[in-house]
C-alpha cells in the first residue's frame, strides 16, 4: 500500500456538505507534506450518498483541478472516503496452519486472505478487512505475530461493508473526473488516523466524525478499529430545523448556525437580538427579531438527538464500556461552539476535539477538525495497515504450477 517516495498521492473527501481534496508528498520521514489543497461546496450527495450525478462531478472535478493548480502536477487516482448510513460492522475469526516454522508476512496475508473468503457478505461490497487481534496456538491478544513460532496462526478481523450500488455511483462520479479510486476508507477510520494519537488507540477510544449529513462512530481497541457505523443525522439537519423553526432560507440559517450558534445556552442571549430575513421577503421591515436564546433552543435538540443515538450504538454494540471513557470529536459539524460540553453531559465521557496530526503543510483554514477525514486519507495511503485485500492476480493464477501452490495455501 505504501507509496514510492517521490510520488504524489492524493485524498478526495467526498461528503455531504464539501468536497476536498489533498494532494501529499511523502516526506523522508516518512510521513507526508501536503502541495496542493481544493475544496468546494457539495450539492449532489445526501446522507453520503450519491442524488445528483452531474452535481457530484462538478464539486470533485472544481477541488480537484483547484488542488492540481496549487501542487503544479496531475493526479491520476485518489482514495475516497465512505459515510454511508448503510455501513454494517461484523466479525470473524479462522485460523491456518503454519506447521511450527517461524511467522511472517506470507502467513499473515494468508490468513487474513482465509479470513476474507470465510466472510459471507450476502452481496454487499467489503470496504475494509481488518485484523483486530492475532492467536498463535490458541494464544490470544497477539498485536505482532510475525518472527513468532507455532502450529497454528489465528485472527480476530474486522469487516465493514456496504451496498455495492452507492459504492459504484461514487466512483463512477470520480472516473468522471478522469481520476482511479485507489481505495475506499470508511470516514471515522480515517478520521481516526489523522486525528487519534496511539496511547487513545492502544487504551480504547469512541471517534465521533460530525459531517454535514452523517455522523459517523469508530471504536479503537488495542490499536486497531474494532467497531463502525453511522447514523444519518449531521450538520446539515441542523441548518434545516433552523430553517424551518425560523422561516428563513437555507443559506442564511447555515449563516446564523456558523456566526451566532451554540449547543448550550449562556447568560447573554436573552439579551442578544438576532436579524432573520423571511423566505421569501425582500424588504428589511419583514425582518424578524429572535433572542439568541431561540436559535440555541433549536440547535440543542438536535445535537441532543445526535449524542443519543451515538450512545444507544455503542450499548446496542457492547462497545460502550470496551471502548474506555474517552470520545475524540472530528467533523465540521464539531466545531459548534459548547458541542463537546454537550457530548461530555449525554456521552458521560471525557471529550476532546480532533484535528489532524500526521500531515504537514496544511493552511491554518484546512488544520480544523473538518479537514480530519481528507488528511487521514493521506496517512492511510502512505503507512494503511496491512488488510485483506482482493487479490485478482493470485484468484487467476497465469500457469499450472501457481495455480497449484495456490491450491496448497488454501488446504494444508
Aim: proline content about 4%; charged content about 25%; some cysteine.
Amino acid at each position: 500500500m505504501a507509496v514510492a517516495r517521490d510520488k504524489f498521492v492524493a485524498a478526495l473527501d467526498v461528503g455531504s456538505s464539501k468536497v476536498c481534496c489533498f494532494i501529499a508528498r511523502q516526506t523522508d520521514e516518512g510521513g507526508v507534506r501536503v502541495v496542493g489543497i481544493g475544496h468546494q461546496v457539495s450539492t449532489g450527495l445526501k446522507a453520503g450518498a450519491v442524488v445528483d450525478m452531474e452535481e457530484t462531478e462538478t464539486s470533485i472535478r472544481t477541488a480537484v483541478d483547484a488542488a492540481e493548480r496549487m501542487a503544479g502536477t496531475p493526479i491520476d487516482e485518489v482514495y475516497v472516503n465512505l459515510s454511508l448510513s448503510s455501513i454494517q460492522s461484523e466479525g470473524v475469526s479462522v485460523d491456518v496452519a503454519v506447521e511450527g516454522h517461524e511467522i511472517g508476512n506470507a502467513d499473515i496475508l494468508h490468513v487474513l486472505d482465509r479470513g476474507r473468503a470465510a466472510f459471507d457478505a450476502r452481496g454487499r461490497e467489503i470496504v475494509h478487512a481488518l485484523p483486530v487481534s492475532y492467536a498463535v496456538d490458541q494464544s490470544f491478544g497477539v498485536r505482532e505475530p510475525r518472527g513468532l513460532i507455532g502450529e497454528r496462526l489465528g485472527v480476530e478481523m474486522h469487516v465493514v461493508t456496504a451496498p455495492a450500488s452507492p459504492i459504484r455511483n461514487l466512483e463512477a462520479c470520480v472516473g468522471r473526473g478522469h481520476l482511479r479510486v485507489a481505495g475506499f476508507v470508511v470516514s471515522p477510520y480515517a478520521a481516526g488516523l489523522s486525528s487519534l494519537v496511539e496511547d487513545e488507540k492502544d487504551l480504547g477510544v469512541v471517534l465521533v466524525d460530525m459531517g454535514g449529513g452523517t455522523t459517523s462512530i469508530a471504536v479503537f481497541i488495542d490499536g486497531a478499529m474494532a467497531y463502525t457505523s453511522v447514523i444519518p443525522v449531521g450538520g446539515n439537519h441542523v441548518t434545516n430545523d433552523i430553517a424551518r423553526g425560523l422561516l428563513t432560507p437555507v443559506s442564511h440559517a447555515e449563516r446564523m448556525k456558523t456566526l451566532f450558534g451554540s449547543a448550550l445556552p449562556s447568560a447573554s442571549d436573552d439579551r442578544e437580538i438576532i436579524d432573520v430575513p423571511q423566505v421569501g421577503e425582500h424588504d428589511v421591515d419583514s425582518m424578524s427579531r429572535i433572542p439568541r436564546s431561540m436559535l440555541t433552543g433549536i440547535i440543542r435538540p438536535r445535537l441532543e438527538e445526535t449524542f443519543e443515538l451515538v450512545r444507544d450504538r455503542l450499548i446496542e454494540s457492547g462497545f460502550d464500556r470496551l471502548a474506555g471513557r474517552r470520545v475524540v470529536l472530528t467533523g465540521g459539524a464539531s466545531q459548534l461552539p459548547g458541542t463537546r460540553d454537550l457530548a461530555t453531559r449525554v456521552l458521560d465521557k471525557r471529550v476532546r476535539v480532533g484535528q489532524p496530526l500526521t500531515v504537514h503543510g496544511l493552511a491554518d483554514v484546512t488544520q480544523g477538525p473538518a479537514f480530519s477525514t481528507c488528511a487521514g486519507l493521506l496517512t492511510y495511503a502512505v503507512s494503511g495497515p496491512v488488510e485483506a485485500q482482493a487479490r485478482p492476480t493470485m484468484a487467476d493464477p497465469r500457469n499450472r504450477l501457481a495455480r497449484v501452490g495456490r491450491w496448497l495455501r488454501e488446504n494444508f
